[in-house]
């Protein structure tokens, strides 16, 4: 199971909202989605064998055009731990 989170644009109402959800709903592999209005965001979780394209590609086509927001800091830390004895990189 992956968790994606996107940003969301041209959300409104709770119609948008609703909107979305249901765009998102409709993609294969998708198990749960949320989407908060206030800051604009959709969290998806599911199973995705061809990543985000196919989010991105629905939302876009129903107008509310996404990106995904890097959720990986978790990733981000153990790579900088890593390189530390890697030794030339952008964090040592
Ligand atoms: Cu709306």
Redesign the pocket.
Known sequence: METIHLKVSG???????K?VEKAINAIAGVHKVAVILETGTAIVEGEFAQGAAPILAALEEDGYPSVVIMDIQGDKESNSSSCKSGGSCCCH
């Open positions: 959300m409104t109402c709770g119609s948008c909202v909107h």
